[in-house]
C-alpha cells in the first residue's frame, strides 16, 4: 500500500464523514469508507423506498441514513463531506459547514490525492466519452495494464489500492466533476466546448471555468491537448503551464494530429507519420475523426501507429452513441441518447449522407436551441418530438424554414411516450430509410440518466414485428 493511502486512511479514521448522494459513484465510496471503519452517514434527496436496490447492497455495513427533499437539513457536525458530482458547491448546507471547518470533497478529488499511476483526463462538451474509450483501448492495446473511470468505466476510489505506478489510468471528467478540483492530471485533453449544463452552471463563465481545472494545476513536464478548431479551446493555451498540443480536422497547423494527403497524422517539427486514412475508421461521422484526432495527440508518445490503425479499424464504439440497434425490412435505427445538446444531435445528423428519421426532445437545461433549427431542416424528413423542449425545437425549425425556405415538406409529429414514439418512426419508415433517437436534451423528464433513455428505446426497437 503506497504511503498517500495510509496517511488517508489514518486521516479520516475517527472523523465523522458525510456522504451525499448514494449513487453509481458514491455506493462504492460508502463501501471503501466502511470497510475502513470510520462513522458514515449517507444522504440522499430521494425517498428510501425509491433505493431499495442500493439499499440492499450497504445492508452488511452500519450506516446512518436521511432521506427526502429535506436531507440537508441534518448536514451538521462533520468533518468530511463527499460531494456528489453534479450537486452545486455552493449550496448553503454545504457553506455553512465549510464555515464550520469541514472538508469538502468528491470521489475523484480523492482519487487524484491517492493515484499512484499516471493519469490522462478528458473532457470536454462533445465526445469526451469515445475519446476517453479511444484513449483506453489504444493503451490497453499496446499491452499497458489500464483502469478505466470518471464519468464511465468504475468508481477508482474503491480500486486505488491495486492499481500499481506503473499502470495508466484514463478518465472521462465533467465539469460537476472537475469544477472544484484542486488538481490536474499529468495529460489533459479538451475535445471542444459549446454551452452546455447551464440548467446546473450559474452562466457560460462558470462552466468554462469548472472545464479549464483539467489543466490549470498543471505543472511545465505536464501536457494539454487541444482543439485548434474550437475557438474556446484554442485561447486555453495562453493559460497551459505544461508542453501544448493541437489537433485540427479543419487546419493545417506546425504541430500535432490533423488531416493531411488522405490521411491522419502527427507531425512534429522533424518527422510526419501518416497514421490512419479516414474511410478506415470503423465508426461513422466527421466527429469520430475529431475524436481519433484527440486520441492520436495524446497517445503517440506511447501507442504505436500500427496499434492505432488497429483500434480504427476495429473498435465498435460506445454504446449510446450511434449505436446500431436493429435493421427491419430495411430501416436502420440507430440510439445516440447521448445526445443530450443541440451540438451533439447536429454531429449525430452529419454522420449520415442521407435524410433521417430523427426523434429528438426531453428535459430543458437551459441551453439555446436555435442552431439545430438549420441542421434540421437540411438532414431531416421526418421529426418526431417528446418532452418539455419540443416547442423549443420545433421553433428552432420553423424560423430555420421561414429563414432559409428550405424543409416546406418536413413532417413534425409530436409524442408523449417512447412506445408512440418508435410506433411513429416505424410507421413512416420507408425501406432504406434512417431512425435515429438523438434527442439534444437531456432524460430527466422521464428517465433517470441518458442510458435508461436508450435502453427503453431499444428494448422497444427490438420487440417491433416484422
Known amino acids: 500500500m503506497n504511503n498517500k493511502i495510509e496517511e488517508f486512511k489514518n486521516s479520516i479514521k475517527g472523523k465523522k464523514i458525510a456522504v451525499l448522494g448514494i449513487g453509481v459513484s458514491n455506493t462504492p465510496l460508502i463501501k471503501y469508507l466502511a470497510e475502513i471503519g470510520v462513522d458514515i452517514t449517507a444522504f440522499d434527496k430521494n425517498e428510501k423506498d425509491k433505493l431499495k436496490d442500493v439499499l440492499k447492497c450497504l445492508e452488511s455495513y452500519t450506516l446512518k441514513y436521511h432521506f427526502g427533499k429535506d436531507y440537508l437539513k441534518q448536514l451538521k457536525g462533520f468533518d468530511v463531506i463527499f460531494r456528489t458530482p453534479g450537486m452545486r458547491f455552493d449550496l448553503p448546507e454545504l457553506e455553512e459547514e465549510r464555515r464550520r471547518g469541514a472538508k469538502i470533497t468528491s470521489e475523484m478529488e480523492a482519487f487524484f490525492e491517492l493515484c499512484p499511476a499516471q493519469i490522462f483526463a478528458v473532457t470536454g462538451s462533445d465526445g469526451k466519452t469515445t475519446t476517453t474509450s479511444l484513449i483506453y483501448t489504444m493503451l490497453k492495446e499496446q499491452g499497458f495494464n489500464c483502469w478505466l473511470g470518471g464519468n464511465i468505466g468504475i468508481p477508482l476510489l474503491s480500486k486505488v489500492e491495486d492499481i500499481k505506478d506503473s499502470d495508466k489510468v484514463v478518465l472521462e471528467l465533467s465539469s460537476f466533476q ?13 475535445t471542444n466546448i459549446s454551452p452546455n449544463h447551464l440548467d446546473v452552471h450559474k452562466s457560460l463563465e462558470e462552466y468554462i471555468e469548472a472545464k479549464q481545472n483539467i489543466f490549470i494545476h498543471q505543472n511545465n513536464s505536464n501536457k494539454l491537448i487541444l482543439n485548434y478548431d474550437n475557438e474556446t479551446t484554442r485561447r486555453f493555451a495562453q493559460k497551459a503551464k505544461g508542453n501544448t498540443v493541437f489537433f485540427s480536422r479543419l487546419n493545417n497547423i506546425p504541430e500535432g494530429s490533423m488531416i493531411e494527403n488522405g ?19 470503423l465508426l461513422p461521422g466527421v466527429h469520430n475523426v475529431e475524436n481519433y484526432l484527440a486520441a492520436i495527440a495524446v497517445v503517440n508518445e506511447y501507442v504505436s501507429p500500427e496499434v492505432i490503425r488497429k483500434v480504427a479499424r476495429t473498435f465498435t464504439g460506445v454504446e449510446h452513441r450511434i449505436e446500431l440497434v436493429r435493421e427491419l425490412n430495411g430501416v436502420r435505427f440507430y440510439n445516440d441518447s447521448i445526445a443530450s445538446s443541440p451540438s451533439r444531435t447536429i454531429a449525430g445528423l452529419n454522420s449520415f449522407n442521407q435524410k433521417l428519421i430523427l426523434i429528438a426532445g426531453g428535459k430543458d437545461k437551459g ?29 428552432a425549425v420553423k424560423d430555420a424554414i421561414k429563414r ?20 411513429k418512426a416505424h410507421e413512416n419508415a420507408l425501406e432504406g430509410d434512417i431512425v435515429i433517437l438523438s434527442p439534444a436534451s437531456t432524460s430527466f423528464d422521464m428517465f433517470k440518466n441518458f442510458e435508461e433513455r436508450g435502453n427503453v428505446f431499444k428494448e422497444i426497437v427490438r420487440k417491433l414485428k416484422v
Open 178 to 190: 472537475l469544477h472544484t478540483m484542486k488538481s490536474s492530471p499529468e495529460i489533459a485533453a479538451i
Open 263 to 281: 490521411f491522419l497524422i502527427y507531425k512534429t517539427n522533424d518527422k510526419t507519420v501518416e497514421i490512419v486514412k479516414p474511410e478506415e475508421i
Open 404 to 423: 432559409t425556405g428550405k424543409g416546406q415538406d418536413l413532417n413534425i409529429l409530436h409524442c408523449s411516450s417512447y412506445e408512440e414514439v418508435v410506433k
Open 367 to 395: 441551453i439555446p436551441y436555435d442552431e439545430i433549427g438549420e441542421p434540421i431542416v437540411d438532414k431531416v424528413k421526418i421529426l418526431i418530438l417528446i418532452g418539455p423542449t419540443a416547442p423549443r425545437i420545433e421553433q
